[in-house]
């Protein structure tokens, strides 16, 4: 017999919630790597760092990130499994890069790294569910 059990109400809802966080992160980032691309001088520079680039190069690192965590949010909201597969690698890489961030602007970083684990916790733990379900209907 068939399982036609439906995910709850729960599930679907934090899921839902991890699309849209995601594809918020991804606009975030987007913006944030237009200031960076159009103007240099809107960032603070520290001397003393690891992750030493310039402003445009940050910039493109954030925009082709944010268009790739967008399109993946956007993709979770259809059912796809490469959505949440996508999703998590690049929730693990804008949450290494917000880290990277952080003496710049501490706050802001902060709010990305945690938004992003969100995101791997929420797509991990009931994404599958709700794949399923999609993909009955």
């Given at each position: 017999?068939a399982?036609?059990?439906?995910?709850?109400?729960a599930?679907?809802?934090?899921t839902a919630?991890a699309s849209?966080?995601?594809?918020?992160?991804g606009?975030?980032?987007?913006m944030?790597g237009?200031?960076?691309?159009v103007?240099?001088?809107i960032f603070?520079?520290?001397?003393?760092y690891?992750f030493?680039f310039s402003?445009?190069t940050w910039?493109?690192?954030?925009?082709v990130?944010?268009?790739?965590?967008?399109?993946?949010?956007l993709?979770?909201?259809?059912?796809?499994?490469?959505?949440?597969t996508v999703g998590v690698?690049m929730?693990?890489i804008?949450?290494?890069?917000?880290?990277?961030w952080l003496p710049?602007?501490?706050?802001w970083?902060?709010?990305?790294?945690?938004?992003s684990?969100f995101?791997?916790?929420?797509?991990t733990?009931h994404g599958?569910?709700?794949?399923?379900?999609?993909n009955?209907?």
């Amino acid at each position: 017999m068939a399982d036609t059990r439906s995910p709850s109400a729960a599930v679907v809802g934090w899921t839902a919630f991890a699309s849209i966080l995601m594809i918020l992160i991804g606009l975030w980032w987007f913006m944030a790597g237009c200031v960076g691309i159009v103007q240099d001088d809107i960032f603070l520079t520290t001397s003393k760092y690891v992750f030493k680039f310039s402003s445009t190069t940050w910039g493109w690192i954030h925009v082709v990130l944010g268009v790739i965590v967008a399109a993946a949010g956007l993709a979770i909201f259809r059912g796809a499994v490469w959505g949440r597969t996508v999703g998590v690698l690049m929730a693990a890489i804008s949450c290494l890069i917000g880290f990277a961030w952080l003496p710049a602007y501490p706050v802001w970083g902060v709010i990305l790294v945690a938004a992003s684990v969100f995101v791997i916790w929420a797509l991990t733990i009931h994404g599958n569910e709700v794949s399923e379900a999609y993909n009955r209907v």
